[in-house]
Each structure stands twice: as C-alpha cells, then as structure tokens.
C-alpha cells in the first residue's frame, strides 16, 4: 500500500482523514476509489493467517512494486486465475512453459522477474512446512508494539521488524520481498496497525488492542 500512500500524501499533505458521505473517517487513499474504499473497510489490515492467503499477499506485493496498489486490485482476479488462487503447491510446480504462457496474459503484470519469482516463492513456501510454516515464520516478526499515526506523514516506509522479515525470507529463497514490500505486507495482513487514529477501522483486527 506505500504507492498509494505516497500518492496520498501528493494529493494531501495534512495527510489526515477525510469523513465521507457515510459518515465514516478514512484516509485520502481510500476515500473516493470505490476499489480502494471497499478494500479499506473490508480487507486491509485484517488477520491473514493461512498458508495460501499469506502466499497470496506476498505475491501481490511483490508485483506491486513500482505501481499502485488499485493497479493490482483491479487486477487481482486475473492474477488469482492465472495462478491457481496462489495455491503454493500448484504454483510451485509451474515450469518454463507455464511463464511463457503468463507473459501472454494481458490480464496480470506481465514482468518476467515478478513472476519467475513467484514460482520460487512459492517452492520456498514449501520448503518452510518443514520449519512450522509460512505463515508462523512471517507473524514471528510482529513487533511488541504498533504505530498509532495522527496522519500519512507519521506512517513510516520500513521499520526493523520488517527489515529482519526481509532478510529472513530472503534466506529461505525468497524474492522482491524488501523492507518496504514487506512493511506494506505487515501492514495489510494485520501483524501491524497503522490505521489512522481517527480512521473507522483503527483497532477492528481484533491484533492490537
């Protein structure tokens, strides 16, 4: 979600959040793409705690990078079809022929590395069932504490509980998986709160109290 925070922050440099039609406080980002505001209310920052579901997450961040997040929201059931609704196991068995057929989709981010990568990722994902599992690993790195931003500018791009995420993931064979990728990642899969304090949806994962 940084690139749309950035953009956010462009477009309003209070950075603070904006009451809609509803009534209901949300920032820029997510306050007039209807996508983005049904993501927002329904999705982001919600606890993600099975294996495909994290598998999913940390693809479409990877493929994120460099381009907004309504990008690939927009694109998301495209790429849930071309790969398999991200079963790891599936995935992990694509061969040559099956990236030359994604590069072919008009559908999903046609970015060879991306997807090359997510095949791997998917391959380490496995690896990790022998270590407790994808998704204990990746919650292993939540912090003791959450931030509590008045405003977009307060909201960091990194921190080091996403710094060890990445270098760990990086161990184990993963790929595009940076502090910031992985900072986004903490944040939408509820491991952080970085909800606006005012916004309708600070403290609603049930994580953070």
Do not use: C
Request: no cysteine.
């Amino acid at each position: 979600m940084s690139e749309a925070r950035v953009e956010s922050a462009n477009a309003a440099p209070l950075g603070a959040a904006v009451v809609g039609e509803d009534g209901l406080a949300r920032p820029v980002w997510a306050s007039t793409d209807a996508l983005l505001r049904e993501y927002y209310d329904t999705e982001w920052g919600m606890p993600v705690r099975d294996e495909q579901g994290l598998f999913e997450r940390i693809s479409l961040e990877g493929f994120q990078a460099g381009l907004s997040w309504a990008t690939i929201l927009r694109k998301r059931p495209a790429f849930r079809d071309a790969f398999a609704q991200f079963d790891p196991e599936v995935v992990a068995a694509f061969t040559d022929d099956d990236v030359e057929r994604l590069m072919f989709n008009e559908g999903i981010i046609r970015n060879r590395a991306k997807i090359q990568a997510t095949i791997r990722n998917a391959q380490a994902t496995l690896g990790l069932r022998e270590e407790g599992g994808l998704v204990d690993f990746v919650w292993s790195f939540r912090p003791e504490s959450t931030p509590a931003p008045r405003s977009l500018a307060e909201i960091p791009s990194s921190s080091p509980e996403s710094i060890a995420l990445s270098k760990a993931l990086r161990k184990k064979g993963f790929s595009f998986v940076g502090p910031t990728t992985m900072f986004a990642l903490m944040e939408a899969v509820g491991m952080i709160d970085t909800h606006l304090v005012d916004s309708h949806r600070r403290g609603t994962s049930g994580v953070w109290a």
